[in-house]
Structures are given as structure tokens and as C-alpha cells.
């Protein structure tokens, strides 16, 4: 089999400046023999920004294309080809298409790398206030309110600090919900726009911010919540316990009810008891009369 001497390369771009932009990024795109972009024509606009051209080919590489386009890609690469990819903006992969190209690429021994760059989970992070030693990054949540309830519920005493993305026009309703499921006293922050000339970061408790946000958000949204206290049953109120055991309720997670206990099983299958019935016992040998008490001979 001949070597593979692709490489796949995954680049940041930024998420709000452009001179957020890796040096390495411009090299890229003008070197790449094919750049795979979400978006074709935020690409084009990337690059004028930057002052460059893109010599290779350039193919859009989105959501609805991810599972089709992968295969050439994949094939290009392992025939020798240097594939680039971007995103509209961050790190490829990171709730965006990449991680297919990424899993079929690595499948084939293709060498993989990455030109890093801005994202906007360590940016509001970063800004939110909260802590950031531990910290779970959650993408989207679902559309529907019920499955976002579901969602919701499923981390309600996760202690790690939780990232999510979310669509303005959702956000009040995202906010309310996750008052209801974690508190309306959680402390959390909504960074709005970071990076671009009206970033904005509201801090505050989630009812707090859900009513700010009910009053119309505009911009890319990046949510930070403060992970679940620390305490024990014993520190928590009346109050908080009913609604901690409510939410576990309604997640299905509620103790279930035990099974009653099952028989005990037989130490041997039926019908082969190694052990003898009663009546089965064989009697104690009988001595002779003729025998009893007669002296025992010894031989010479």
C-alpha cells in the first residue's frame, strides 16, 4: 500500500475581528491545493479582507453537504492533496462541520493538523466571570421546549461550568427554561456579539436575564452558567430540595420501584438432586451374628 502524504488541515477563523486572524491562516489559504469553506462567499470575503487569493479549489463544505462531499474530499487527500477547511467563524468541529471529514480522514491514516484560532467558548469563558477551572461546552439546544426541558434536566446538578450557543430570537426562552430546570439564582452570563464593535456581556441570575433578553437580542449569543452548588442535602432549603426532586421526576431519573425479590434458585437442576430421597437412604450394614464380638486375627 502506498503512503498517505495528504494532510488535512482544520483552521480558525475569527469570530468577530479580522485581525483576530492567525498569521498562518492567509498562508494556508493561498497554499492549499483545495479549500473546503462553509460558506462560499463569507470565504471571498475573508479573503479580501486579508489581501489574498486562494490558488487551489474551492468547495463549500456545509451541513447539508458534510456526509456527500466527504468521500472526495477523503479521496483527495489520500491521493496526495493538501485540503484545507474553515468555517464561517472559530474552530472547524466545534459545533460545526468538520468531525466527519476529520474521523474519515484519520480512518485512512491521513495526517491531520490545525492552524489555531479564535473560539467562542474560551472567549465568553473568559469573559463570563464564572468559574473556569472545569467546564462542559453543550452546543445548541434543541428547538422544541419540551426536548430543551429534557436537555436541560439531564445536567440540572452538573457542577462543571456549562457553555451553550444559542439563536437570539431563543434566547428568552432558553434563559426561562433554565431558570426553571437549575434555579432562577444560578448566576450566568450572555456574551453578545464578542470581538465585533457591539460586544455586550450581561451577568446575572437566569430570571434576571431571561426577563432582559424578553425585551429582543440581536447578534451571535454565547451563554455561560455557573455549574451546580457544591452542597449537600442538609445546606439546601425546603424550596430548593422540592424543585431539585421535581426535576429529577420529570427527567425520569426518580428512583424505581424495586422488583419484588426473585426465588432462590435450586443448588441443582430439578429431577437431578445428587442427594437421595428418604427412601432411597440405604440402611446401615448389618455385622453377622457369627461375627459379633469374634477376636480379631492377627497373623504372624
Request: aromatic share 4%; net charge positive; with cysteine.
Amino acid at each position: 500500500m502506498a503512503p498517505v502524504t495528504g494532510t488535512l488541515v482544520l483552521a480558525g477563523t475569527p469570530i468577530g475581528d479580522i485581525a483576530d486572524a492567525p498569521p498562518r491562516l492567509a498562508t494556508e489559504l493561498q497554499s492549499a491545493d483545495i479549500v473546503a469553506a462553509e460558506d462560499t462567499r463569507r470565504l471571498r470575503g475573508l479573503t479580501r479582507a486579508l489581501g489574498i487569493h486562494t490558488s487551489g479549489r474551492v468547495v463549500s463544505y456545509f451541513e447539508g453537504n458534510e456526509s456527500a462531499r466527504t468521500p472526495e474530499l477523503v479521496e483527495a487527500l489520500v491521493g496526495g492533496a493538501r485540503v484545507l477547511l474553515v468555517t464561517d467563524a472559530g474552530m472547524p468541529s466545534v459545533s460545526d462541520p468538520g468531525y466527519r471529514l476529520v474521523a474519515a480522514a484519520v480512518e485512512e491514516g491521513v495526517r491531520v493538523t490545525a492552524v489555531p484560532g479564535p473560539s467562542a467558548v474560551l472567549t465568553a469563558l473568559a469573559l463570563s466571570g464564572l468559574p473556569v477551572d472545569r467546564f462542559c461546552f453543550e452546543g445548541f439546544l434543541p428547538r422544541k421546549a419540551g426536548e430543551r426541558l429534557g436537555k436541560l434536566r439531564e445536567v440540572a446538578d452538573e457542577r462543571r461550568t456549562l457553555v451553550y450557543f444559542e439563536a437570539p430570537h431563543r434566547l428568552d426562552d432558553t434563559l426561562a427554561a433554565m431558570a426553571e430546570v437549575f434555579g432562577a439564582d444560578r448566576r450566568a452570563a450572555v456574551c453578545r456579539e464578542p470581538t465585533k464593535t457591539y460586544e455586550e456581556v450581561k451577568r446575572g441570575p437566569l430570571a434576571d436575564l431571561a426577563a432582559w433578553a424578553a425585551e429582543g437580542v440581536r447578534g451571535e449569543i454565547t451563554v455561560v452558567v455557573e455549574g451546580a452548588p457544591e452542597t449537600g442535602p442538609a445546606a439546601l432549603d425546603a424550596e430548593e430540595l422540592v424543585r431539585r426532586v421535581r426535576v429529577r421526576e420529570e427527567a425520569g431519573s426518580g428512583a424505581r420501584r424495586r422488583s419484588p425479590p426473585s426465588r432462590p434458585r435450586r443448588a441443582f437442576p430439578r429431577g437431578r438432586c445428587s442427594m437421595p430421597s428418604s427412601r432411597q437412604r440405604t440402611r446401615p450394614h448389618r455385622i453377622p451374628e457369627r461375627l459379633r464380638g469374634a477376636p480379631e486375627t492377627v497373623k504372624s
